[in-house]
């Protein structure tokens, strides 16, 4: 399962979002009152997830705590075919990605579409991955955060297709 993601290429209508898992209570940062670093800080893990037109499903630890062009370059440059067309929320760091696959882009603003019910919103089906993910690692809640990729590509392995039924 080590590599089981490595070759997988998205192609078509590619959907692409982030989601977050925190720390271990040892590792995490605090400030110097002793208080834990609010909303998306060093204490919390950013994993990418992308989905296509095939059904293929992408889990890429970013290795950070928030997307910058390197971290999105690095995990998803090599698994996007250029020329495909990007459906995401805007996150600055994708436009590395549209720039240097030559992809076009749908953006949809996170803050208006967060209000939809869900058969109307355009990345519904991006949450529920995110949603399965975050499911699937709270069942298994004492994992080392240093294994974390090696849970999303059994969850990736999980949710894509079989190549021969």
Same mark, same amino acid.
Not at 68 to 78: A, C, H, I, P, V
């Given at each position: ?10 192609s ?22 002793g208080?834990?670093?609010?909303g ?11 989905y ?6 992408l889990?890429?630890? &970013? %290795? ?10 690095? #995990?998803?440059?090599s698994?996007? +075919?250029? =020329?495909?067309?990007l459906?995401h ?10 720039e240097?696959?030559s992809?076009?882009s749908?953006?949809y ?10 058969? &109307? %919103?355009p ?9 399965l #993910?975050?499911?699937?690692?709270? +069942?298994? =809640? ?6 974390l ?6 969850i990736s392995?999980i ?7």
């Amino acid at each position: 399962m080590k590599h089981y993601q490595d070759n997988i290429v998205l192609s078509g209508d590619i959907y692409l979002d982030e989601t977050f898992f925190s720390q271990i209570e040892s590792k995490k940062k605090r400030k110097e009152n002793g208080k834990e670093y609010r909303g998306i800080s060093r204490n919390k893990l950013c994993v990418g997830c992308a989905y296509d037109d095939f059904s293929h499903v992408l889990l890429l630890c &970013e %290795n950070t705590s928030k997307p910058s062009f390197k971290s999105t370059w690095n #995990t998803f440059g090599s698994h996007i +075919a250029e =020329g495909s067309h990007l459906v995401h929320d805007g996150e600055k760091s994708h436009n590395i990605l549209i720039e240097k696959l030559s992809l076009t882009s749908t953006v949809y603003d996170s803050r208006k579409i967060k209000i939809l019910p869900d058969k &109307e %919103n355009p990345l519904d089906h991006i949450n529920d991955i995110h949603s399965l #993910t975050k499911r699937f690692m709270r +069942a298994h =809640g004492g994992y080392n955060r240093d294994t974390l990729q090696d849970f999303l590509n059994l969850i990736s392995f999980i949710l894509n297709d079989p190549k021969d039924r």
